[in-house]
């Protein structure tokens, strides 16, 4: 399977714990994003790499959300002291440079914080 | 003003009729223009990309862009229950290293029999 990986698939947590979600993209694709979606909602843009360096931050993402992507390959995101709001599906998604082409998205990973 | 507006819907069509959704969008500079359909519960599919001015086809779908009103639409023929879903519009503008996909709120289609 040659498309954009995400692991896990589902997270159940308590409020107040730390969940990290993984993101394998496109071999070919340099660029990642991650985006938020809930319910009735469209993605929600949180940041995205060309290669390993970060480009781009939602100035919405509280200090809680981080994200790497070392060696320009599989990204990491991590939410510390999780909190019921932060309850939704949170996708990534992968591009050649400048988005050309469109964006390709991953399974997602479905969050409830409870 | 939101970034990318879409009609939430939902849009009802009989089965066999066509299909338009709608999406204005608000930065000029915006290059390059997408439509995703997503199922419940699934993530987005990207179904039609187009940069240039007129339309653009592909199969049932053809995708229009009008970048003087800042307006594209997605016609959908022969729609299909199976089309049901929601529509999700998406921008991006190449301005420097900036290209990241805005998306509206989507807009939900149901194809009645």
């Known amino acids: 399977d040659t498309g954009v990986s995400q692991d896990p698939r589902h997270k159940i947590t308590k409020r107040g714990q730390n969940v990290t979600f993984r993101c394998d993209p496109i071999s070919e694709h340099n660029r990642l994003y991650w985006y938020r979606q809930t319910l009735g909602q469209g993605p929600e843009f949180l940041t995205y790499?060309?290669?390993?360096?970060?480009?781009?931050k939602s100035r919405l993402l509280s200090n809680r959300f981080s994200a790497e992507r070392p060696k320009g390959s599989f990204s990491t995101l991590e939410i510390q002291r999780t909190e019921q709001g932060d309850s939704a599906m949170y996708l990534c998604?992968?591009?050649?440079?400048?988005?050309?082409?469109?964006?390709?998205f991953g399974q997602g990973t479905r969050l409830t914080v409870v | 003003q939101k970034e990318v507006e879409q009609n939430s819907g939902p849009l009802s069509v009989p089965e066999g009729a066509i299909a338009s959704l709608n999406c204005t969008y608000s930065?000029?500079?915006?290059?390059?223009f997408f439509w995703y359909r997503q199922y419940s519960g699934k993530s987005p599919e990207l179904i039609m990309s187009?940069?240039?001015?007129g339309d653009k086809e592909d199969g049932r779908f053809t995708a229009q862009l009008n970048k003087a009103s800042q307006y594209v639409s997605l016609l959908i023929r022969d729609s299909q229950p199976s089309d049901s879903a929601t529509y999700l519009c998406?921008?991006?503008?190449?301005?420097?290293?900036?290209?990241?996909?805005?998306f509206g709120t989507g807009t939900r289609l149901q194809v009645t029999l």
């Open positions: 998406a921008v991006t503008n190449l301005t420097g290293t900036a290209s990241k996909l805005t």
């Open positions: 998604a992968s591009s050649f440079p400048g988005g050309q082409g469109g964006a390709f």
């Open positions: 790499f060309q290669n390993e360096a970060q480009l781009e």
């Open positions: 930065d000029r500079v915006s290059q390059s």
């Open positions: 187009i940069y240039s001015n």
